[in-house]
């Protein structure tokens, strides 16, 4: 597919860089969709890999068992996530906050329990034989697809409705917005995205193991997003482009770190929540705590001889309701 | 008949009834205030009214709809809008898509036309902008359109939940201690705001404690005290009830005086 593309594309970047722009192009899809669940429509998910789990099943097992070709096993394994979404989606989105982010976080390992014991996924071996189909043109539309989607919806009657639904529920439901149907939708559209992602992942790498989709995956997501910006699209691409270029580069400057590389992500989301709060790309121009005890530091130092000249009658106050 | 109808409305809350067999009518095109101390129930009437609690025991009937057990996006749907006593707009938007958000039930694309959007989703959408502007223009907050919600100050964030209720396009409007932290002079504003609002053909339900205010405003007055009605009359009858006085100033009040 997109034979043309990809040999021009190949006569001139190597296949490591080939090999690392695909992974990119992968996790930019997973992190745009996981940022309309999280930034824009503000739930908690953590189970983010399980619906890429159910893509790149899908497809591997469509590939290798039903010969179904490379278009229809990705449209598929797309829409099987989404049904998957609406099942997880519509007991778990009444919850709120920590306990939707644990239903999510359980059904992730209930799925890669399950994908590990099934015997025509392979369990714990694994599914091979998948061809691979996948290849940068393909990935690259699949991310602009993505974005131009995402982009449009956020701007739209139902964008508009998912924000309001994270800036304040009670008053997007007064305001006529049905918030479960809402936040199972937007839920869907994630499910839908994550599973292409896992598509074009498994037609890529060829082989999917149950470990490849656990928790870590998910969390490493959700690290993306923060990283780019809760609720900013341009951000997830960002995010997802440096965090999994990094590892990369680490490698082969740093490999000690490389291998250390979720002590290497909780570094630096920590280095991003104390300087920019909102992500890399936050819009927002809410101060995070270190500019403001910067601002404060500045005051206090500007107006020290004022605030001495207030000390006085503040303590006589305190010492006329003493004892004495 | 009367626009709204609440007959024996009780909520309880476990052990606690907020609210006990409260019956009043909101008739087409008044103005009709609920007064009461605090924790007389009056929130929670309106809580109840809007679909954020089912009543535990009673009836409310809007333009012949039984409200009791629907959800708060069809009684919005249905022509009831209301505002909040503590402010809750949606913070991090701009005032216009606060505003727009409001008219959700009013506008009609769906999730594939919200993708892809084709000439009548847009027509929609810049009609639903003007309309927004519109409503902003009439609250008094012209010119602030853009602002994020968060950057106004707190009597245009009062202005901009009512502006915000108006584009639901509602026949009865709830608003919860409008006034609330307002000077005289706001309130003054308030007050000619919620009259051009009367003369729209706007039904309005009104939560207040500024007296003046209420007495000034309102054609009818009931009055809440521990979730029960205590009396129901005109601002001059009200003044005078005994029961009323009672509740406001104490027993003690009523026996000194």
Redesign the interface.
Known sequence: MLDWADGLLRSFINSYYYGVLVSIGINIILTLSLNLVVGFTGQLHLGHAAFMAVGAYTAGLLATKAGVGFWGAVLAAGLLAAVAGVIVGLPTLRLRGDYLAIATLGFGEILRITLLNLDITGGPFGLRGIPRQTNLPIVILAVLFTYLVLRSLVNSRMGRALIAIREDEVAAQTMGIDTTRLKVTSFTVAAFFAGIAGALFAYWFRYLNPSSFGFMISIELLAMVVFGGLGNLLGSVVGASVMTYLPELLRTVAPAIAERRLVFYGALLVIIMILRPNGLLGTSSEQGWLEIWLARRRSRTAQGSAASSQVPPASTGGAGHGPA | MALLEVEGLTMEFGGLRAVDSVDFQVHEGEILSIIGPNGAGKTTVFNVL?G?YHPTRGEIVFRGQRLNDL???HI??LGI??T?QNI??????SVW?NV???A??R?K???FS????GPA?RRE?RAARERAYKHLEFVGLKGLETTKARQLPYGAQRRLEIA?ALA?EPRLLLLDEPAAGMNAGETEELMSLIRKLKEQNITVLLIEHDMRMVMDISERIVVLDHGRKIAEGTPAEVRRHEAVIAAYLGASARAGG
Do not use: N
């Open positions: 809007t954020i959800k708060p996006h919005t749907a809008a209301r909040f809750r707009l949606f913070r991090e938007m898509e727009v958000v409001g959700h039930t506008l694309s769906g999730f919200s993708i892809f959007k989703t959408e915000r639901a």
